[in-house]
């Protein structure tokens, strides 16, 4: 089964990579982008089956590896089963 | 309007931090990943309602900035009109 971990800075936290992204953007000339904030995704391909039991393992691994609950939020998808989920 | 980039590095490209995290979650009795790959997500906010001309856009920065086409592949979706659209 395939699954998608989104990890993004909070919204009260400051992005600095995405503000940077932004400005190098409007050099560029694209003025229309006027919000711009990076975040991770990580694509895994797990050995198992139950969507629920999934679930529950992705939201452990989250909170004790992939984000930092003090800055970051975090949400899932499993492949074919459950959308982009609520954020954490 | 809001957008969504991803980028993440082509399926023939080695992908070092995915591999740790994977040892990682591994090394914390996570042992159903077998795979893991990290790419980015980037949440842009632009004063740009056509999505034709945002998806034109987008696809403009990926290529001038947000991705490394060498190493990387890209795709986008829009909010509410455009889902994850095909890589590039």
């Known amino acids: 089964m395939k699954a998608r971990v989104f990890v993004r800075p909070k919204p009260s936290v400051l992005d600095p990579q995405g503000a940077q992204v932004r400005r190098a953007l409007e050099g560029l000339g694209y003025r229309e982008v006027t919000d711009?904030?990076?975040?991770?995704?990580?694509?895994?391909t797990l050995e198992e089956s139950d969507?629920?039991?999934i679930s529950a393992r992705l939201e452990e691994m989250?909170?004790?590896?992939?984000?930092?609950?003090?800055?970051?939020?975090?949400?899932?998808?499993?492949?074919?089963?459950?959308?982009?989920?609520e954020w954490h």
């Open 62 to 85: 989250c909170r004790k590896l992939l984000a930092n609950p003090v800055i970051e939020e975090y949400s899932w998808e499993i492949e074919g089963l459950v959308s982009r989920g």
């Open 51 to 53: 969507p629920v039991r």
């Open 36 to 44: 711009l904030r990076v975040g991770k995704v990580l694509e895994l």
